[in-house]
T-cell receptor, first 114, second 113 residues
Framework: QKEVEQDPGPLSVPEGAIVSLNCTYS??????FMWYRQYSRKGPELLMY????GNKEDGRFTAQVDKSSKYISLFIRDSQPSDSATYLC??????????????FGEGTQLTVNP | KAGVTQTPRYLIKTRGQQVTLSCSPI?????VSWYQQTPGQGLQFLFE???????NKGNFPGRFSGRQFSNSRSEMNVSTLELGDSALYLC????????????FGEGSWLTVV
């Protein structure tokens, strides 16, 4: 079983829709949670970074972490065609033990149609 | 502020050869990590360097190695290349190892023929 599970999609939505992307994890040691966006043939771009359970908002993006359920989400409001990309969740444990080592989900391919 | 810079961006090598990839982290960042990305396995951690010391190593064979210089720049080397080493190799940097954000470069696309 993978430590981080993410539905690879593909996910196709109309412009303006609210997009919900999710990951589950099994390692209780994970404490830091990130969402990256990756365009084709580009490197991952950091979108959101959270440490504790709860919500964090940045513009059209909201990251949600529920440590008790080992479940994280990314919501995109008013989705745009430029949001079409692969979205990767990533997580890491305490830095004292794992440094900056990230464990990634498989990535969800999102297409926003005009 | 310049981002993470990786060179070369694209390269083609023959089986059995070796390759060296270079990474310049964001100015002031002291932690550099390397990842391999393939369609089948996704993003997998190779190793991390902090202050010229390897802090963490992923589950890759000894053919994969790396080092970090005093200016935080890093290189990774793959010897005796195999077809399965064809991948996007990504370098990431962070200010230190205290839980800060991690930023990726554009990657080096390696094709082994």
């Amino acid at each position: 079983q993978k430590e981080v599970e993410q539905d690879p999609g593909p996910l196709s939505v109309p412009e303006g829709a609210i997009v919900s992307l999710n990951c589950t994890y099994s390692n209780s040691a994970f404490q830091y949670f990130m969402w990256y966006r990756q365009y084709s043939r580009k490197g991952p771009e950091l979108l959101m970074y959270t440490y504790s359970s709860g919500n964090k908002e940045d513009g059209r993006f909201t990251a949600q972490v529920d440590k008790s359920s080992k479940y994280i989400s990314l919501f995109i409001r008013d989705s745009q065609p430029s949001d079409s990309a692969t979205y990767l969740c990533a997580m890491s444990a305490r830095r004292e033990t794992s440094g900056s080592r990230l464990t990634f989900g498989e990535g969800t391919q999102l297409t926003v149609n005009p | 502020k310049a981002g993470v810079t990786q060179t070369p961006r694209y390269l083609i090598k023959t089986r059995g050869q070796q390759v060296t990839l270079s990474c310049s982290p964001i100015s002031g960042h002291r932690s550099v990590s390397w990842y391999q990305q393939t369609p089948g396995q996704g993003l997998q951690f190779l190793f991390e360097y902090f202050s010229e010391t390897q802090r963490n190593k992923g589950n890759f064979p000894g053919r994969f190695s790396g080092r970090q210089f005093s200016n935080s720049r890093s290189e990774m080397n793959v010897s005796t290349l195999e077809l399965g080493d064809s991948a996007l190799y990504l370098c990431a940097s962070s200010p230190d190892n205290s839980g800060n954000t991690i930023y990726f470069g554009e990657g080096s696309w390696l094709t082994v023929v």
